[in-house]
C-alpha cells in the first residue's frame, strides 16, 4: 500500500504546486502590465483547456492564458450544452441569500395567497420601475417585499420618506407608481430608508428596479409579468 500511496501523493502535490505557480504568474503578471488588476479576488480554471477565469470587484468576470499575455473580456459558451458559462458564474456570484434581507425594513404588497415570494429595489422617480410597476400588477399569488431605494437624486429621497410615513403605505406606493398620485407630506422614523441604500451598496445594486427571487438570483431592470412569473414558478 505504501509504495502505491507515494506516488500518488507526489502527482497530487505536483499538481497542486503548479496550479498555485500558475495562479501566481498570473497575478504577477496582471498586476504589473494592468494596474486596474493589481487586486483580484480570484483565478481559477475553466473547462476550456488552457483558459483561467479572473474575477475582481466581486463579480466581474474576465479571461486569460497561464501566462497572462492575453486579456479577454466577454462570454464563455459552452456549445455543447448551449450554456453561457459567464452568466451563470456571474448569477451565482451576485446571488442574495433571500431569507437574510431585512424585511422589517420594507413594506409588504400581498397579492391573492400570497404563497410564492420577490424582493424589489425601487426608486420612486426611475421611470423603468412605474413600468414594471404596472406590469407587475398582472402577477398574482405572491408576496411583494418593497425596499425603498432612492439613488436618484434629494427628491426620490423625500418622496420615499413620504411613502414609508404614510398611514397605508402600500396604497400611497401604488397610487404613485400606478396612478400618478403624489404621496403626501408626511414624517416618521424613515432610517429604514438610509439603510436600505447602504444594503444596495453592500450588494452592488446599481440600477432600479432590481428584483431578488426566493433562491437568491436577482434581476436588475424592468421585466415582464411573463418573465416574473418564469422566475417565480
Same mark, same amino acid.
Given at each position: 500500500?505504501?509504495?502505491?500511496?507515494?506516488?500518488?501523493?507526489?502527482?497530487?502535490?505536483?499538481?497542486?504546486?503548479?496550479?498555485?505557480?500558475?495562479?501566481?504568474?498570473?497575478?504577477?503578471?496582471?498586476?504589473?502590465?494592468?494596474?486596474?488588476?493589481?487586486?483580484?479576488?480570484?483565478?481559477?480554471?475553466?473547462?476550456?483547456?488552457?483558459?483561467?477565469?479572473?474575477? &475582481?470587484?466581486?463579480?466581474?468576470?474576465?479571461?486569460?492564458?497561464? !501566462?497572462?499575455?492575453?486579456?479577454?473580456?466577454?462570454?464563455?459558451?459552452?456549445?455543447?450544452?448551449?450554456?453561457?458559462?459567464? !452568466?451563470?458564474?456571474?448569477?451565482?456570484?451576485?446571488?442574495?441569500?433571500?431569507?437574510?434581507?431585512?424585511?422589517?425594513?420594507?413594506?409588504?404588497? &400581498?397579492?391573492?395567497?400570497?404563497?410564492?415570494?420577490?424582493? &424589489?429595489?425601487?426608486?420612486?422617480?426611475?421611470?423603468?420601475?412605474?413600468?414594471?410597476?404596472?406590469?407587475?400588477?398582472?402577477?398574482?399569488?405572491?408576496?411583494?417585499?418593497?425596499?425603498?431605494?432612492?439613488?436618484?437624486?434629494?427628491?426620490?429621497?423625500?418622496?420615499?420618506?413620504?411613502?414609508?410615513?404614510?398611514?397605508?403605505?402600500?396604497?400611497?406606493?401604488?397610487?404613485?407608481?400606478?396612478?400618478?398620485?403624489?404621496?403626501?407630506?408626511?414624517?416618521?422614523?424613515?432610517?429604514?430608508?438610509?439603510?436600505?441604500?447602504?444594503?444596495?451598496?453592500?450588494?452592488?445594486?446599481?440600477?432600479?428596479?432590481?428584483?431578488?427571487?426566493?433562491?437568491?438570483?436577482?434581476?436588475?431592470?424592468?421585466?415582464?409579468?411573463?418573465? &416574473?412569473?418564469?422566475?417565480?414558478?
Amino acid at each position: 500500500m505504501k509504495r502505491l500511496l507515494t506516488p500518488l501523493m507526489a502527482c497530487a502535490l505536483l499538481l497542486a504546486g503548479t496550479a498555485w505557480s500558475q495562479e501566481a504568474v498570473i497575478r504577477k503578471n496582471l498586476g504589473e502590465r494592468i494596474p486596474q488588476l493589481q487586486k483580484i479576488d480570484e483565478v481559477s480554471k475553466t473547462p476550456m483547456p488552457g483558459l483561467f477565469e479572473i474575477r &475582481v470587484n466581486g463579480t466581474e468576470i474576465y479571461y486569460t492564458d497561464a !501566462e497572462a499575455n492575453y486579456l479577454v473580456q466577454g462570454n464563455l459558451i459552452d456549445t455543447r450544452q448551449k450554456r453561457n458559462l459567464t !452568466e451563470e458564474r456571474v448569477e451565482k456570484l451576485s446571488a442574495i441569500a433571500f431569507d437574510t434581507l431585512p424585511f422589517k425594513d420594507a413594506f409588504t404588497i &400581498v397579492r391573492g395567497n400570497g404563497a410564492r415570494k420577490l424582493a &424589489v429595489f425601487e426608486d420612486p422617480n426611475c421611470g423603468y420601475c412605474k413600468r414594471f410597476e404596472k406590469d407587475l400588477q398582472k402577477v398574482n399569488n405572491v408576496t411583494v417585499y418593497m425596499f425603498l431605494y432612492p439613488i436618484l437624486g434629494p427628491d426620490s429621497t423625500e418622496k420615499s420618506k413620504n411613502i414609508w410615513c404614510a398611514k397605508d403605505k402600500v396604497k400611497a406606493w401604488q397610487d404613485w407608481m400606478v396612478r400618478d398620485v403624489a404621496p403626501a407630506a408626511a414624517s416618521c422614523d424613515s432610517a429604514a430608508i438610509a439603510r436600505n441604500v447602504e444594503l444596495g451598496r453592500k450588494f452592488r445594486i446599481t440600477g432600479t428596479p432590481t428584483l431578488v427571487f426566493a433562491d437568491g438570483s436577482r434581476v436588475p431592470g424592468a421585466i415582464g409579468a411573463d418573465q &416574473v412569473e418564469k422566475r417565480l414558478n
